[in-house]
């Protein structure tokens, strides 16, 4: 690459200690001075809003986001109306509903939601989440009928269904169906009873970016307004639903969902349930993984959804949903601790996945292959979701992983940004490379035949040929340089206006220059976090690197003999023992 090609790079960063290429997310001065104008805020927010995008029409919401504000009518998905009010017959008429989930976060928090809500209004609900290795991805027959046998006239399927018609054939003359989903479309809906799915292929709500508790909620909302409508609750308090929003927002961000518009409405307002510990399964989470600030969207997707997640991996499929829907504070502790045991054997299980898949992407990455396609004998379908997920973030690649199992590879995949994943996989399927796929943008699942895996990959890689202009090494976007002298807790407080952070929204890096580590030690049982104090310009800020390990950055960091340094990372204001400070957490580093 030439120096003209590295004009953008930041402080000339264009492969980091990290790996990375330092760039800076640009935007227009013009705009990101008249939205500091126009909200009363520091340039430096109104740079941030203006690189994300923001206009000024929908700054005010950005920065205070209400369902009031940002709530559109439900009835704009299709069939809502439908599934609403033959939700409001299965109430009205006390019926036994069954809820058919998927064994993600997202699968457990919407029949979570599901089954709470419907319960609050009188009727009887059974729920299933299906082994992931004895019965795979999404509805199966012998589960179906199962609920059916159990009394169940109305089965809803929650984060699945979308591509399910021959499976929930078996229900025909038995129950109806009620599909709430948000994965891709490949043709028409199934001939069930409603399918409300905003990714469907002739839904125009523009809603496309809610998961699947998004859309319960949503179907809740529905519900409750036309039962209204009927005088259901004459003689009966209507349902709090703001009291669901501690699931969504969970959902929402361990989905991956873009934290824009909608989401990030109900992100914001679910977080500040989420912090009153009402729901037992959630605060007892939240004790066994230590957190104790004010949850937040990392909270959710770092804390949280791991451990919601491991059972559904490695052990119990339904044990998040059981915990989630737990209303005994000391079963609940109890479910938590399971998770929480059952989430460091998954990290045990990963680590012997990670190494063996990470040589082999290196390898296909030498051979100049668009997409990542790798799988193992004896790596467990349980984690290679996560691992797909390294490989994504190590290459900057799409990366397919899977397991064998039964004559089969099942598996998982992870993309990068504006390149659409989950279409590729149906694209496959359909051209009968695939047993099964599906999946959205950013992530799908799939199973194949092991001799299938060559023609897969070929097909891929033509498919996905535009990654291939993508740098190998992943960029890092950095908002903007803060000296030592200036990386003050105001500035933190500043900064934290703009969150919930996540996918769409993500937390702003800033890069310290020129820095020197003045003192460093390391922190926890195992040494894993080092915290460094570094100096410039007569400043002196406390930095954080988690997950340190024996990586280039910690040792940069722990040289004290070393030179002057670059760090990128995010300034956060922490809260400790009534105290708050700020604290520069790292996430690269270069030499300066």
Known sequence: ????????????????????????????????????????????????????????????????????????????????????????????????????????????????????????????????????????????????????????????????????AVPLAALHGRADIIILDHHKAEGPPPPVHATVNPNRLDDTSGLRNLCAAGVAFMTAIATVRTLRRQNFFAARPEPDLRSLLDLVALATVCDVMPLIGLNRALVTQGLKLMATRVRPGVAALLDVAAVRDR?????????????????????????????????????????????????????????????????????????????????????????????????????NRPACVGGHAEGLVKGSGRSVPGIDLGAAIIAARQSGLLVSGGGHAMAAGFSYEIAAQPGLHAFLNDRLAAVLDLPPRPHLDIEATVTAPGATLDLARTLSRLAPFGAGNPEPVLVLPGVRVSRVDRLGNDGNTVRAFVEAGGGRVKTLLFRAGDGPVARALTDRAGGLLHLAGHLRAERWNGAESVSFVVQDAAAA
């Open 1 to 164: 690459m030439d120096g003209m090609a590295h004009m953008d790079a930041v402080l000339c960063v264009t492969e980091s200690l990290g790996g990375r290429y330092w760039r800076w997310r640009t935007a227009e001065d013009r705009l990101g001075f008249a939205l500091s104008q126009r909200l009363g805020v520091p340039e430096i927010v109104g740079r941030i809003m203006a690189a994300r995008g923001i206009s000024p029409d929908e700054a005010a919401d950005f920065l205070n986001p209400t369902l009031r504000a940002l709530l559109p009518d439900p009835a704009l998905m299709m069939d809502m109306e439908v599934a609403a009010a033959r939700l409001a017959a299965a109430i009205t008429g006390a019926e036994t509903v069954a809820i058919f989930g998927d064994y993600d976060v997202d699968g457990a928090c919407g029949t979570a939601l599901l089954a709470t809500f419907l319960r609050m209004l009188g009727c009887t609900v059974h729920t299933h989440i299906p082994d992931r290795l004895a019965e795979g991805y999404g509805p199966n027959e012998g589960a179906l009928v199962a609920l059916s046998d159990r009394g169940a006239t109305l089965v809803v399927c929650v984060d699945c269904g979308t591509a399910a």
């Open 295 to 395: 949850p937040s969207a990392m909270t959710c997707g770092f804390a949280l959804g791991p451990r919601i997640n491991a059972g559904g991996r490695i052990s119990e499929s339904d044990l998040g949903l059981r915990l989630l829907l737990c209303e005994d504070p000391l079963e609940a502790r109890a479910l938590a601790e399971r998770l929480d045991a059952v989430n460091r054997q998954r990290q045990h299980v990963e680590s012997g996945v990670l190494d063996a898949a990470m040589s082999a992407a290196a390898a296909q990455m030498q051979g100049g292959h668009a997409v990542l396609v790798v799988s193992g004998a004896t790596w467990h379908p349980g984690v290679v979701g996560i691992v797909a997920g390294r490989l994504r973030e190590k290459f």
